[in-house]
C-alpha cells in the first residue's frame, strides 16, 4: 500500500510539541511521546492497518468490522479496547466509536464522521505545545467525555418534552399517549448506551489495567459521576411518563364510569316503563284495561309518575352528579 494513499489524520507528541500529520510509517521511527492516529470513515484498505501495522487482537478488529457493539472495555496483552457511542441529536441514532490504547498512542476507528472527536481534534492540532501532564489517557478522558456531554441535551430535550405534557390540557388523550410512548421508546434508546457506558467506566476506574494515576482517576470518575446524573435524569423521566400515562388512563375510565352510570340510570327509568308499554302493547281481544274510557291517559300519567318518582329518588342517591 502507498502512503499517499492512507487517509488517516495522525498527532505526534515529541518533546511536548505538536506534529500534525507527520509520515505514517515513519511515526514509529520519530520515537515520539506518544501519539493519536484517527481512522475517520476508514477504507477496508486502511482498516488492514490495525492488523498490519498496529498488530491489535484479531478480535478487537473484528469488533470494530462487524455491526454496532455494546459499549464496552476489552484487556488484552499490550493494549486496551474500548467501545464507545456518540448519538445522534436528532435521531438518538448511535455511532461507534472504537478506542485502542497502547503504551504510548491512542488509536480511534470510527465508520461515520463523529463530531465529537473532530472537536477534540481541532483543540489539539491547534496548539503548538502540549503540557507535561496532557498525556494518552488525558486524550482518552477528552474524548470520552465529549462523547458523554453530548448526551446531556438529548436528555433535556426528552426532559422539555415530558413538561410540555404535563401542562398541556387540550391534546386528547390518545394523542397524548402516543406520545408518551415516543418518549418512553426513545429513553429505551439512550439508555442501551448510557447504562454500558457507566459499566465501561466503572470497570476502567476499578481495574488496575488501565494505568490510571490518582490525577487521571478523578478525572475519569467526573464522567462516571455525569453517567449516573444521566440515569437518574432517565429514570425520573420514565417514572414522569408512566405517571402521566397512569393519569390518563386513570381518567379515561372514570369518564367513562360517568358515561356508563348515566347510561344504567336512563335504562333502569325506562325499563318498567318499558314494561307497561309492552305489556298493553300485546293486542289481546281480552284485556279490560282496553275497554276502559280515558285508559290511556290513566296509563300514560301513571308512567309518567313512575318515571318522575324514580328520578327524584335517583337524583336523592347521587346518580346524577358528575364528579
Not at 16 to 33: A, S
Not at 184 to 202: A, I
Not at 205 to 221: C, I, M, P, Q
Request: aromatic share 12%.
Amino acid at each position: 500500500m502507498k502512503e499517499g494513499v492512507i487517509m488517516v489524520r495522525t498527532i505526534a507528541i515529541i518533546d511536548h510539541k505538536v506534529i500534525v500529520n507527520p509520515p505514517f510509517r515513519q511515526i514509529n521511527e520519530m520515537k515520539p511521546d506518544w501519539f493519536w492516529v484517527d481512522f475517520d470513515c476508514p477504507t477496508s484498505g486502511e482498516t488492514n492497518l490495525l492488523r498490519t501495522f498496529f498488530d491489535f487482537h484479531p478480535l478487537a478488529v473484528e469488533d470494530c468490522v462487524n455491526a454496532l457493539q455494546r459499549p464496552k472495555v476489552e484487556f488484552y496483552e499490550d493494549h486496551l479496547f474500548y467501545v464507545v457511542h456518540a448519538l445522534d441529536n436528532k435521531t438518538l441514532e448511535a455511532t461507534e466509536v472504537d478506542i485502542f490504547t497502547t503504551k504510548n498512542c491512542v488509536v480511534t476507528y470510527h465508520k461515520t464522521n463523529v463530531p465529537e472527536i473532530d472537536f477534540v481534534w481541532k483543540y489539539l492540532s491547534g496548539l503548538e505545545t502540549i503540557p507535561p501532564e496532557l498525556g494518552k489517557n488525558e486524550l482518552l478522558h477528552k474524548l470520552m467525555d465529549k462523547l458523554v456531554d453530548m448526551y446531556f441535551p438529548i436528555m433535556h430535550e426528552l426532559e422539555e418534552r415530558v413538561i410540555s405534557i404535563e401542562s398541556n390540557e387540550d391534546d386528547e388523550a390518545p394523542k397524548i399517549i402516543n406520545q408518551i410512548f415516543d418518549i418512553r421508546g426513545d429513553l429505551l434508546t439512550l439508555r442501551k448506551t448510557v447504562v454500558p457506558m457507566r459499566e465501561l467506566l466503572y470497570r476502567m476506574l476499578e481495574s488496575k489495567r488501565v494505568g490510571l494515576d490518582a490525577d487521571e482517576r478523578s478525572y475519569f470518575h467526573d464522567i462516571y459521576d455525569h453517567l449516573l446524573r444521566l440515569t437518574d435524569m432517565m429514570t425520573s423521566a420514565r417514572e414522569m411518563t408512566s405517571d402521566i400515562r397512569d393519569n390518563y388512563i386513570s381518567l379515561n375510565s372514570y369518564r367513562m364510569n360517568n358515561i356508563m352510570k348515566t347510561l344504567t340510570v336512563i335504562t333502569t327509568i325506562f325499563m318498567p316503563l318499558t314494561f307497561i308499554a309492552g305489556l298493553y302493547g300485546m293486542n289481546f281481544v281480552n284485556m279490560p284495561e282496553l275497554q276502559t274510557k280515558n285508559g290511556y291517559f290513566y296509563v300514560l300519567g301513571f308512567m309518567i309518575f313512575l318515571g318522575a318518582v324514580m328520578s327524584i329518588w335517583f337524583k336523592k342517591k347521587g346518580w346524577f352528579e358528575q364528579d
